[in-house]
């Protein structure tokens, strides 16, 4: 069966790519990175510049679902870096045992304090749900406001995706006990629950729905990208929940320097000038170009929330049942 | 000779269904009662599989009667048209109906530009519609083949005694439709019931959650193989209940010869009712051809200028369903041989072999194949031969229904004269058995090629992330929200589906001795 399916597979796949001499660096990484406004072509441009190998990446999915695709390939897998987790995922991620400590010691511009082994940090920002004042003149300004009025929500799915997770955590961290009633209140707002943040933000700009789960950076896209400043990103009283996205090397990586070589690339500060206006998110270390302007014209929450990653990983279970149930309704 | 390549084949099957199942059965987490989520992915299914083949048979039945008696330019388009969503890929359906019916398609802005807020296509309305797309042209086949089988006679006889269309009703079409209805109904949710891509995007949510797509969420989201594989033993049950259901249920025969004639019936040549059939059959022509005019319409453009890695995803899925088509092949004409000339019993057997295989749904076979694989080999590195395999596996009820009719005519015909020519082994299958089965063989090779094309099943669970398919590519294109590209991806993927269809049937057909 095993030699059948192989000789079956060789006939049918096509050979690489002929006379691929350079070592190659495979990360994997969520669809929006490689995206070409992502900060994905710009990285690999740079980088490739200084290691004189292939930087390729793969996108398979939104984070949560990156973590859930090194576990499917195990030890056989090709990826040397996995870059798209975030600190809800991370104590899940390292019981896996797939993964391997970096040895770095950075000092972070991060909003909590990060000393993780395994994995390093290289952006930040706030979950927000944001929306077109041309479309939506008066925004709910808490997460309760939101769930009794009848605009229309896209968010993303927790189990996929790392800011659908993000909102399971930021309704459970605000309000504890009254989480479940919340969702249940949501659910009748809820359009649609998409595998991935691309899908969610792309049916919002096409009018499926007023708001979409997203983050409080988004607006800086519009207004930098495309000089638009009708997308705004909802405040809300309760406060918002945080995420620290991240990347770590594989145990199972065949070009250990080379991913340690891309770890220290990106706490660089090319890879950090790159993040505020490719990946919309808040630098990890910031860079000396410091911030565009128009980033200071985004909200600032009145309160940071965040579970530490232990927390995160037992509160999802709870959290993730009432959801489900919430929404299987 | 035939004897060991149709054990080997009928293994090969039986490993495909029973084995994926024991391998599933083995590593299904049964300690935990099912949860909340679970239950309503159980009940969606039934609900949505229930709705969309009772809508689909219902609306069937003026379908069918009007094309049964009516003449009217393209009429054979329109019955060639019914046939076409057994080649059409799922995905691309998808994309003409979103297109078509979703918030911010053509129905969609319609109603806005008269100030309404168009609803939204997600969740259980949605799923059912994409199945009634899919399946309405079904029954309508199923139905429209009952109604052509009742006898002229009974039909000259009726207007002699002065029958209006109410008393041909009573005395005529209800007693057919009562034989019709029920194998029609069990066939349509048969094939809802392991819906697994339309609710993947149609679905909007845990509450629009079908168990395929569970089983494919537990494994994919959250690799919690356990829990996908208890999913995939309730899938699995379903299944077999279902199709002992069909089994014992009259299942409507063939796959529509001589739907080429209209009945001449003297009770409908009344205007109204020349009105009504004229209304129905335009509306149903409207919801086939809409959602495909429109993928052909957006993707026109954008096929010529399509990323190169789709035109790669695009030749991998050809070498697929190539692949594919051989090893149908190498599996459908073993039995067909075997069937052909052995008892009553044993063809029973390979025939209860390829139901199996309906039985089997792709996600619980891709999850056994998984863990079956696991220990041995990359699965991913086995993707596309395991895609081609398990095509050629669905494939094979349709290929021996079409194929073993053929090989028993040419045995019954000229198997004695070829016995006393000593022509046996592969000379006979060479000189007399493919010559005479070369029309049912194309058109089975066909519908392997097309089904393997643009499958979204398999490959889903365990594709390569930088090697897709071109359904598969077509999927991601449309999460990372790439609509433009995605829409010529689908007009690609659903030309390349009609071609290798198309040169497959054709090639049988120029070929053929008979």
């Not at chain 1, 919002?204 to 519009?222: Q, W």
């Not at chain 2, 057994?86 to 297109?99: D, E, M, W, Y």
């Not at chain 2, 299944?239 to 009259?250: E, H």
Request: proline share 5%; hydrophobic share 55%.
């Amino acid at each position: 069966m095993k030699l059948f399916l192989s000789a079956l597979s060789l006939s049918i796949g096509f050979a690489a790519a002929a006379g691929a001499q350079q070592s190659v660096l495979t990360v994997y990484t969520y669809d929006s990175f490689v995206a070409e406004w992502g900060p994905g072509p710009a990285v690999e441009a740079a980088f490739e510049e200084t290691c004189g190998c292939d930087l390729q990446f793969v996108a398979a999915g939104d984070g949560a679902a990156l973590l859930a695709r090194i576990q499917l390939e195990g030890k056989r897998t090709d990826a040397d870096i996995v870059l798209g987790l975030d600190s809800n995922l991370t104590a899940r991620a390292a019981a896996t045992g797939l993964l391997t400590p970096h040895n770095r010691h950075d000092e972070w511009d991060l909003p909590v304090r990060w000393d993780d082994p395994l994995f390093v940090p290289y952006d930040w920002g706030f979950f927000a749900f944001v929306y077109d004042e041309t479309r939506t003149a008066e925004p709910p300004g808490s997460m309760e406001a939101l769930a009794r009025s009848d605009i229309r929500v896209v968010i993303q799915d927790p189990r996929s995706s790392t800011p659908g997770l993000g909102l399971l955590l930021w309704v459970k961290h605000a309000y504890g006990e009254r989480a479940k009633s919340i969702w249940q209140e949501l659910a009748d707002n809820v359009v649609t629950v998409t595998p991935g943040w691309s899908e969610a933000y792309g049916m919002f700009l096409d009018g499926h729905a007023e708001m979409v789960l997203s983050y409080t950076t988004s607006p800086a896209y519009h207004m930098i990208a495309e000089g638009d400043r009708t997308k705004r990103a909802a405040a809300f009283a309760e406060g918002h929940y945080m995420q620290v996205e991240v990347a770590a090397r594989l145990a199972a990586s065949d070009q250990p320097e080379l991913a340690d070589m891309f770890l220290e690339f990106m706490a660089g500060d090319v890879f950090q000038g790159l993040i505020p206006t490719t990946n919309w998110m808040y630098p990890a270390k910031m860079p000396a170009s410091g911030l565009p302007v128009e980033f200071g014209e985004l909200v600032q929450p009145s309160k940071a929330l965040l579970y530490s990653s232990d927390d995160a990983a037992s509160v999802r279970d709870v959290a993730l049942a009432e959801w489900l149930e919430a929404l299987s309704q | 000779m035939t004897r060991v390549a149709s054990a080997a084949s009928l293994a090969l099957v039986l490993f495909l269904s029973v084995g994926t199942f024991v391998a599933v059965s083995l590593r299904a987490d049964t300690s935990l009662a099912l949860g909340t989520s679970d239950w309503a992915a159980i009940r969606f299914t039934f609900v949505q599989a229930a709705l969309s083949s009772a809508i689909s048979c219902l609306l069937a039945v003026p379908v069918a009667r009007a094309v049964a008696r009516r003449n009217f330019p393209g009429r054979s388009l329109l019955i060639t048209l019914l046939g076409a969503p057994f080649i059409l890929p799922t995905i691309v359906a998808i994309v003409g109906i979103l297109a078509v019916f979703g918030s911010t398609g053509l129905l969609g802005s319609l109603v806005r530009a008269v100030g309404i807020r168009a609803p939204e296509i997600y969740g259980l309305h949605g799923v059912v519609l994409a199945h009634v797309f899919f399946n309405l042209p079904l029954a309508t086949r199923f139905v429209l083949q009952g109604w052509l089988a009742v006898p002229s006679e009974r039909l000259r006889t009726a207007a002699a005694l002065g029958f209006g269309p109410r008393e041909v009703f009573t005395h005529i079409e209800r007693p057919m439709l009562r034989s019709v209805l029920p194998g029609a109904l069990v066939v349509v949710f048969l094939v809802c019931l392991s819906s697994f891509a339309v609710a993947l995007i149609m679905g909007g949510g845990p509450r629009a959650t079908t168990i395929e797509l569970a089983i494919y969420q537990a494994f994919m989201f959250e690799f919690d193989v356990g829990r996908a594989a208890r999913l995939a033993l309730i899938q699995f049950m379903l299944g077999i209940c279902a199709g002992i259901v069909a089994w014992r249920v009259a299942l409507p025969t063939g796959f529509g010869a001589g739907l080429d004639r209209p009945a001449e019936r003297w009770d409908a040549r009344r205007p109204g009712l020349r009105l009504a059939d004229g209304l129905v059959i335009t509306a149903v022509s409207l919801f086939l051809l809409l959602p495909l005019g429109t993928v052909l319409i957006e993707g026109f453009g954008e096929m010529f200028r399509l990323p190169s890695s789709v035109y790669f995803a695009a030749a991998r899925s050809l070498a697929v369903a190539l692949a594919s088509v051989l090893l149908m092949l190498a599996l459908a004409l073993p039995i067909a041989l075997a069937v052909s000339r052995t008892s009553q019993r044993q063809a029973l057997l390979a025939e209860g072999a390829g139901l199996l295989m309906i039985a089997a749904s792709p996600m619980v076979v891709g999850l056994g194949l998984y863990i079956i694989l696991f220990p041995l080999v990359d699965p991913i590195s086995v993707a596309l031969a395991v895609t081609a395999l398990v095509n050629a596996g669905t494939s094979l009820p349709f290929a021996l229904r079409a194929i073993i009719p053929a090989v028993r005519d040419a045995e019954v015909n000229f198997g004695s004269l070829a016995d006393s020519l000593g022509l046996n082994g592969a000379a006979r299958v060479r000189l007399l058995i493919l010559p005479r089965t070369m029309r049912p063989l194309g058109f089975a090779m066909g519908i392997t090629a097309a089904l393997s094309m643009g499958d979204l099943g398999v490959i889903a669970l365990f594709g390569s992330t930088d090697a897709p398919t071109l359904p598969l590519m077509l999927y991601r294109l449309m999460g990372a929200y790439r609509m433009e590209q995605a829409s010529g991806a689908a007009l690609l993927l659903v030309l390349l589906s009609i071609l290798v269809f198309w040169t497959f049937d054709r090639g049988g057909r120029i070929n053929s001795a008979s």
